[in-house]
């Protein structure tokens, strides 16, 4: 009986031991952002991730394009895999991390894609300022520029990423209903790009153009059959456009929608009936199985935009933990108010690979 009672006893104190440090916010969002404070860490957001996408050109005249993403999930109210009993998440890792880099080289036409996580590894997650860092990658607010690293083999870069328009609000006050979750949502959607590359051996200086994508909330997406179709365009005209569509059960969802970001920095909102996208081309990766739309013609009838997207190549999948999906550069060009129109861009595809996604990731 003393045993028994001890045990107990025992039990109880390990469960208020490993009790979660963080409380997860699911109310409804109803502040207004406030930047550039919220490009911190957030510890009542369950999900959060920085995205970081663009292109760069080195001094050779070579051509790059590049990811950088980072997410923390709070797993407080998660669970780990089966082989660890499904004990709660939190008393593994209660803050997960785990970046995403890759590396479209153009002039080579290859792709390569890296990951890196936290667990047994140095890692941090700012609640103060931009600082999210694990190991040797990491992303740092610094004198109003966003300072950028990420390494794999073969490819590395460090670049520094200057503001040159005021954040993109997505949403009143930087909250977006996309139809299966509200949360928090802005954009960085033209930042000035200078610093260097690794390839192989040489390294060089690099010059150009990003997008960052900063998202915070109670996305509760894993175990979900949820996906996505999301364009980050920015046009030769110092104007940029945003579309997503959200695809739940198959069906998108009616609040998928978009911004326009205008030459003064300011924005106009899109809903999904304001514009139109039609795939015009598919291709079918040898390595997952999985088939993507690999062309796009989008129509934006308030704005008078009639635009086509390709890849710079098809081959940009990237196959990744948890979930597998594809994230590109692509090439724009079309017409804007009857005026030609060009540009750059990234498109991320979601939920295509139905052996890697959301609703096999275990609740």
Not at 79 to 105: C, N
Not at 220 to 240: A, C, P, R, V
Not at 324 to 331: L, Q
């Given at each position: 009986m003393r045993f028994r009672i001890g045990g107990l006893f025992l039990v109880g104190v390990l469960a208020l031991s490993c009790s979660p440090r963080y409380v997860i916010d699911h109310s409804i969002p109803s502040r207004h952002l406030d930047l550039p404070k919220d490009d911190r860490a957030h510890y009542d957001a369950q999900t959060e991730w920085w995205y970081y996408t663009g292109h760069l050109r080195a001094d050779d005249g070579s051509e790059y394009g590049f990811e950088v993403t980072f997410f923390?999930?709070?797993?407080?109210?998660?669970?780990?895999?089966?082989?660890?009993?499904?004990?709660?998440?939190?008393?593994?890792?209660?803050?997960?991390?785990?970046?995403?880099?890759?590396?479209?080289?153009?002039?080579?036409?290859?792709?390569?894609?890296?990951?890196?996580?936290?667990?047994?590894?140095?890692?941090?997650?700012?609640?103060?300022?931009l600082h999210v860092a694990i190991n040797g990658w990491s992303v740092e607010a610094r004198d109003g520029s966003h300072l950028l690293k990420a390494s794999m083999p073969n490819y590395a870069i460090d670049i520094k990423l200057g503001t040159t328009k005021p954040p993109a609000l997505h949403g009143p006050g930087g909250i977006?209903?996309?139809?299966?979750?509200?949360?928090?949502?802005?954009?960085?959607?033209?930042?000035?790009?200078?610093?260097?590359?690794?390839?192989?051996?040489?390294?060089?200086?690099?010059?150009?153009?990003?997008?960052?994508?900063?998202?915070?909330?109670?996305?509760?997406?894993?175990?979900?059959?949820?996906?996505?179709?999301?364009?980050?365009?920015?046009?030769?005209?110092?104007?940029?456009?945003?579309?997503?569509?959200?695809?739940?059960?198959?069906?998108?969802?009616?609040?998928?929608?978009?911004?326009?970001?205008?030459?003064d920095g300011s924005t106009q909102h899109l809903n999904l009936e304001d514009f139109r996208i039609v795939v015009t081309d598919k291709w079918t990766s040898q390595k997952s199985g999985a088939t993507y739309p690999a062309a796009w013609e989008i129509t934006v009838v308030p704005l008078d935009i009639a635009i086509k997207l390709e890849p710079i190549m098809n081959e940009q999948e990237l196959r990744l933990k948890p979930v597998?999906?594809?994230?590109?550069?692509?090439?724009i060009y079309g017409m804007i108010n009857n005026e030609t129109a060009t540009g750059k861009g990234?498109?991320?595809?979601?939920?295509?690979?139905?052996?890697?996604?959301?609703?096999?990731?275990?609740?």
């Open positions: 923390k999930r709070l797993t407080s109210e998660d669970r780990a895999p089966a082989w660890l009993l499904r004990v709660p998440g939190h008393w593994i890792k209660e803050v997960g991390l785990l970046g995403h880099f890759a590396i479209t080289d153009i002039g080579r036409k290859k792709f390569h894609a890296g990951q890196i996580h936290n667990i047994c590894r140095k890692s941090k997650a700012d609640p103060e300022r977006v209903d996309k139809g299966v979750c509200k949360n928090y949502y802005y954009s960085y959607t033209n930042m000035k790009a200078e610093g260097i590359i690794r390839v192989g051996k040489k390294t060089m200086t690099v010059t150009g153009k990003a997008w960052m994508d900063h998202e915070f909330g109670s996305m509760s997406l894993i175990g979900k059959n949820i996906g996505w179709d999301w364009f980050s365009i920015q046009f030769d005209n110092n104007t940029e456009l945003m579309l997503y569509l959200i695809i739940t059960e198959g069906k998108v969802a009616p609040l998928s929608g978009g911004t326009f970001v205008s030459a597998t999906y594809w994230e590109g550069a692509v090439r990234y498109v991320e595809l979601v939920g295509y690979d139905e052996k890697s996604s959301f609703n096999k990731i275990a609740p």
